[in-house]
């Protein structure tokens, strides 16, 4: 005696837009990407604010009077 094996997946009898087998019909097939999103187009050049460059340069400065420290302690002017 033979019994019936109930479905794994219940859903299974539920999808739409499928042919026997699996295979989907052209008017359901979705598009291949999606919306883009963000601007489109050629990146322009964005302007760099003044801000930038003063902690650039208040970095290479801190460098700058640390190396210096440094240097003066190892040649012994600093004891």
């Not at 009077?65 to 302690?73: K, Q, R, S």
């Amino acid at each position: 005696m033979a019994s019936q094996v109930p479905d794994p997946d219940p859903l299974n009898d539920k999808l739409t837009g499928l042919e026997p087998g699996g295979g989907v019909p052209p008017g359901e097939t979705p598009p291949g990407e999606g919306t883009s999103v963000g601007p489109q187009g050629p990146r322009l050049s964005e302007a760099r604010g003044f801000s930038q460059y003063l902690w650039i340069i208040l970095i290479g400065v801190v460098v700058l009077f640390t190396l210096l420290y440094f240097v003066g302690y190892i040649v012994g002017l600093l004891s």
